[in-house]
């Protein structure tokens, strides 16, 4: 079935810098594209999202971008802090019959 | 928002007892939900999709005699590991979308700490 292809898998950086994961799919009915943190034994929470209509979503720190010509969506994060540390997923776009499949996951590590 | 209960939170069991974990969808209804297992360090791996009123679709190397799905109602699915052996141990997670809204994000349970010893 589809997939998508999650990088870095781990990624480490200073407090205060910016963090950026990548996913790329090939569906190109896709329309929605979530992102989502999970902290050390807890539920994975959606934490940005973004639909087919737009290239680029901001909230606060966090902000996804979309390029539906190469089919790849990002996470940045921007003045990173410890409390980002975490496991994010992307999942699998959804577009016609959506059966959600996670990338690999992206740890990342914010050193104080 | 939408809300996604997932009982018990952590259950230990001896090897060959079976184990009933319940997904419930609180305040929206899921004519589909998703049951995922979660290795230390991995990523969730889509186990099935369960259908409210017709059989579960399974993943491919997932047993489906070993994890039963029942999903009888619009806002209750469960998963029943049969005879559990250690290698069955793991974090089960369900998840739900509420169709009811377009493009809608999963929305998951707390899961499921399973221990078989």
């Known amino acids: 079935g589809e997939n998508v292809e999650q990088h870095p898998s781990t990624l480490s950086v200073q407090e205060g810098d910016s963090a950026v994961i990548k996913c790329t799919y090939s569906d190109s009915a896709s329309n929605y594209f979530p992102w989502y943190k999970q902290e050390l034994g807890k539920r994975p929470q959606l934490i940005i999202d973004?639909?087919?209509?737009?290239g680029e979503k901001k909230d606060q720190r966090i902000a996804v971008t979309l390029n539906k010509t190469a089919k790849h969506f990002s996470l940045h994060i921007t003045e990173t802090q410890p409390e980002d540390s975490a496991v994010y997923f992307c999942?699998?776009?959804?577009?016609?019959?959506?059966?959600?499949?996670f990338g690999r996951g992206t740890s990342l590590i914010v050193h104080p | 928002g939408a809300v996604v209960s997932q009982h018990p939170s952590r259950v230990i069991c001896k090897s060959g007892t079976s184990v009933k974990i319940e997904c419930r969808s609180l305040?929206?209804?899921?004519?589909?939900m998703f049951w995922y297992r979660q290795f230390p360090k991995q990523s969730l791996m889509l186990m099935a999709t369960?259908?409210?009123?017709?059989?579960?679709?399974?993943e491919q190397g997932v047993e489906k005699d070993k994890f039963l799905i029942n999903h009888a109602s619009l806002t209750l699915s469960t998963l029943t590991v049969t005879s559990a052996h250690p290698e069955d141990s793991s974090f089960y997670i369900c998840?739900?979308?509420?169709?009811?809204?377009?493009?809608?994000?999963?929305?998951f349970g707390n899961g499921t700490r399973l221990t078989v010893t």
């Open positions: 973004i639909r087919s209509n737009v």
């Open positions: 999942a699998r776009p959804s577009g016609g019959s959506y059966i959600p499949t």
């Open positions: 305040d929206f209804q899921a004519t589909t």
């Open positions: 998840s739900a979308r509420d169709l009811g809204v377009g493009n809608s994000p999963l929305h």
């Open positions: 369960s259908n409210e009123g017709s059989k579960a679709t399974y």
